[in-house]
């Protein structure tokens, strides 16, 4: 029998924050100003999708992650280029980062960050800990790197897009079941995040692979075998694994969540609060009166949690 969570088990949800600011700052037109002429464009649109959320979700058990190791992950501590391809975010954008985790902590959600842990971390291990406490786990995403947190009845939800996928859905779409996740990046590389992969192996190769040999593991112990493949390039490509062995295996260190975080994390402790309106009036004041529509859904709904 299995030890996970039935479909009929609670949910508790746990949202990668960055992705749904990202696409606000580039989505809402940064002419959107507030106090002292401060861009607000993500804030809002951060806003919009926390209260849509919320509001469809009807959510009682929520946490918020937050990234804020940027380029003092202890990845970077293994790989010091891991991310080191993409911009540090402006000034604008980061001010408005710390607006929105107010935002999320003033609506009574729990709010996760670490400066040595990713969000994708935070996620796995909150997921890890509420599972042992009888809930199914919803995470609402749009990067793929996290449907290797899934298992049993919990789902990937890319709430932009309205597309959910189980773990069985994960494996109609990438290819490999959501446990496979990291060893298909470390096989192919991840451009966004600078993972290297293996040179030459690209997705397609990535998922033949897995789908015979399952993990890495075992592509390595039966090299022998790869040459009977029907890939393209079958023939060479146990040379090329042999060749990049040390970075196909360091590639998928980099690409595996860690489950084991320095924070303590409880189902209860992602029960959601009552809604801060003091702290939801400073941003709104901070915003120049933007969104006072969405701080008062978002302190509506706060309520209608607690009445669960």
């Known amino acids: 029998m299995s030890s996970y969570p039935e479909r009929e088990a609670p949910t508790a949800y746990l949202i990668d924050a960055s992705i749904y600011i990202f696409r606000a700052w580039f989505s ?57 391809n993409r911009e540090l975010p402006p000034k604008e954008l980061s001010d408005q980062f710390r607006l929105c985790k107010r935002v999320a902590e003033a609506s009574g959600l729990l709010c996760l960050a670490h400066d040595r842990y990713e969000a994708d971390d935070l996620i796995a291990g909150a997921a890890k800990s509420v599972r042992e406490d009888g809930y199914r786990v919803g995470i609402v995403t749009g990067d793929k790197d996290l449907a290797q947190v899934l298992r049993g009845h919990d789902f990937w939800w890319d709430f932009a ?44 190769t990535a998922t033949a692979l897995l789908q015979e040999f399952s993990t890495m593991e075992q592509i390595y112990d039966r090299l022998g075998d790869i040459q009977y493949l029907k890939v393209r390039g079958a023939k060479g490509l146990a040379a090329k694994l042999k060749e990049h062995r040390e970075q196909a295996f360091l590639s998928k260190q980099l690409a595996t969540v860690e489950y084991d975080i320095p924070i303590p994390i409880t189902a209860d402790g992602l029960r959601r609060k009552s809604a801060e309106l003091g702290s939801l009036q400073q941003v709104g004041d901070i915003m120049g009166g933007r969104g006072a529509g969405l701080f008062e859904r978002l302190a509506g709904s706060a309520r209608a949690s607690l009445a669960l």
Do not use: W
């Open 28 to 84: 809402v037109p940064d002419s959107m100003r507030g106090e002292g002429g401060m861009p607000v464009n993500a804030v809002y649109g951060f806003c919009k999708f926390l209260t849509e959320f919320l509001e469809r979700s009807n959510a009682s058990h929520v946490a918020v992650a937050f990234d804020e190791s940027l380029t003092q992950s202890f990845r970077n501590d293994i790989y010091p280029q891991y991310k080191m």
């Open 161 to 204: 897009r309205d597309r959910q996928l189980g773990p069985a859905q994960v494996v109609e779409k990438f290819g490999v079941p959501p446990e496979a996740i990291q060893d298909y990046l470390g096989l192919c590389g991840d451009a966004v995040d600078n993972i290297p992969g293996i040179p030459g192996i690209g997705p397609k």
